[in-house]
């Protein structure tokens, strides 16, 4: 089976040294895909966290960096979607994306955003609704002592559009912030100032599911 045709990387690091200024040191890499069931992709060069102006597909923002490194992981599993000239017909769907080495003290009470974006620079729509191209996290403040998620009330998780609206309506996709474990990234130990946060676009898998060969970037930024 061919492999995925998607920029993998390894870390961004951000400097500032004024308004508006941003520097980011990226390295590439590339993947071969075997036919498993699972794949997990790392993402750096999609990366922007800074403070200035961040331009998406379909509007613009001011990030504001509260920690100047870190680490992103798409979780991709296979998706069946046979056809009648092929049974055995599917996909990589995007399962997650891991914000991994995150600062959680530093962050804390900060909104984390997450967007991907495809080959011609829009937006993908995250949610049913096609104008939720942006899933938005509240970073707890305080850090929590223990792993907490949305399905234990313990995490507020939205849909935004693509200039920072509000959505209403069902919330298909979930979210975990670990403080303890290790890390989806690269194993390393979980703690308050390199936690990690994840964003599971549809755990049911029945309505939201991305092709990961789409997804050419990932923006994550941080809005207090």
């Known amino acids: 089976m061919a492999g995925l045709d998607s920029p993998l990387s390894g870390r961004v690091t951000s400097g500032f040294g004024g ?3 941003y520097k980011s040191k990226i390295i590439f890499g590339v993947a071969l895909v075997a036919v498993v069931p699972f794949m997990l992709s790392t993402f750096a060069a999609s990366v922007t966290v800074g403070n200035g102006s961040l331009v998406f597909g379909q509007g613009s923002q001011q990030a504001v960096a509260c920690d100047q490194q870190v680490y992103v992981a798409m979780g991709e599993e296979w998706h069946s979607a046979p056809t009648p000239q092929d049974s055995s017909a599917g996909f990589f769907r995007v399962r997650a994306v891991t914000i991994s080495n995150l600062d959680l003290q530093a962050c804390a009470g900060n909104k984390l955003r997450v ?3 495809n080959g011609t620079s829009q937006e993908i729509p995250i949610g049913s609704d096609p104008t939720a ?3 938005q996290v509240v970073i707890p403040n305080p850090v929590p002592q ?3 998620s949305t399905e234990g009330g313990g995490v507020a998780l939205s849909y935004l559009t693509g200039i920072g609206g509000g959505i209403s309506g069902a919330l298909l996709a979930s979210a975990t912030v670990n403080v303890s474990g290790t890390s989806v990234y690269d194993g390393s ?3 308050g100032t390199s ?3 994840t964003f599971y676009i549809d755990p049911a898998a ?3 599911n991305i092709d990961g060969q789409l997804v050419r970037r990932t923006t994550v930024e941080t809005v207090q």
């Open 19 to 21: 308004a508006g200024r």
């Open 115 to 117: 967007r991907l974006i």
């Open 133 to 135: 191209t942006v899933l």
């Open 146 to 148: 223990g792993n907490i």
């Open 189 to 191: 130990t979980l703690s």
């Open 195 to 197: 936690g990690d946060i």
């Open 206 to 208: 029945t309505t939201v």
